[in-house]
């Protein structure tokens, strides 16, 4: 069974477009996380939820809105899509660091899902 | 805030030597330390982490790496590559924040390429 999945996998659309990426984690955490990765590989922290609550948001256009919900979810939402938001996304989870048996917080994620706006 | 140095965009190693790739990091507190790797076309995979106790960690498929505080860095090894380790890997440092996660920082990546 995967444990953190997302879909789709490869996403290719038009700019202006508005697009929906989703996230499952079977893990039983109780944080997810959406991470972007570049053209050149750098991957950057976008947001972070916590039991269906907002705990990370860094600076991202508005133009993203993640959702989540439930804990074992969390959506990613892309409105008026634009060059520069072609990358790859991952979703990640992660256990509470000092809950009882958790590994400290490492981070567990999907294979990614490559977007490219035309 | 915390940040990530690999000075190594590419190494290339020959089939059966041994390897070394730098992550320098910076962060007020004790870090977290991680090692991820990233085959084409996949996800990120967990080599090995560092939270505290001994400063030599083993990971998967036979990595290991040393936390050392003077130096800022948890440089990653392998005694003898294997083909099937040619991949990117991220080191990142992370902060536990608010008790809910880890909010990792990573670094840019080194590719490894092994020749024949």
């Known amino acids: 069974d995967t444990a953190v999945s997302q879909t789709p996998k490869y996403l290719v659309t038009q700019m202006g477009n508005d697009k929906s990426i989703k996230c499952e984690q079977n893990?039983?955490?109780?944080?997810m996380y959406w991470y972007k990765q570049d053209s050149k590989k750098f991957l950057k922290i976008m947001f972070s939820y916590n039991n269906k609550e907002l705990i990370i948001n860094e600076t991202v256009p508005n133009r993203f809105s993640p959702k989540s919900p439930d804990k074992a979810h969390l959506n990613l939402h892309i409105n008026s899509l634009e060059l520069g938001d072609s990358a790859v996304y991952f979703c990640?989870?992660?256990?509470?660091?000092?809950?009882?048996?958790?590994?400290?917080?490492?981070?567990?994620f999907g294979e990614g899902s490559r977007l490219t706006v035309l | 805030a915390q940040s990530v140095t690999q000075p190594d965009i590419h190494i290339t190693v020959s089939e059966g030597a041994s390897l070394e790739l730098r992550c320098n990091y910076s962060y007020g507190a004790t870090p977290y330390l991680f090692w991820y790797v990233q085959s084409p076309g996949q996800g990120l995979q967990l080599l090995l982490k560092y939270f505290s106790g001994d400063t030599l960690v083993q990971g998967i498929k036979g990595f290991e790496a040393e936390f050392k505080r003077s130096q800022s860095s948890f440089n990653l090894r392998k005694p003898s590559v294997h083909w099937s380790d040619a991949a990117e890997y991220f080191c990142?440092?992370?902060?536990?924040?608010?008790?809910?996660?880890?909010?990792?920082?990573f670094g840019a990546g080194t590719i490894l390429r092994v020749k024949s």
């Open positions: 893990l039983g955490h109780d944080t």
């Open positions: 990640a989870s992660s256990p509470q660091p000092r809950a009882a048996g958790s590994t400290t917080g490492e981070l567990f």
């Open positions: 990142a440092v992370g902060a536990v924040f608010m008790e809910y996660g880890n909010k990792l920082v």
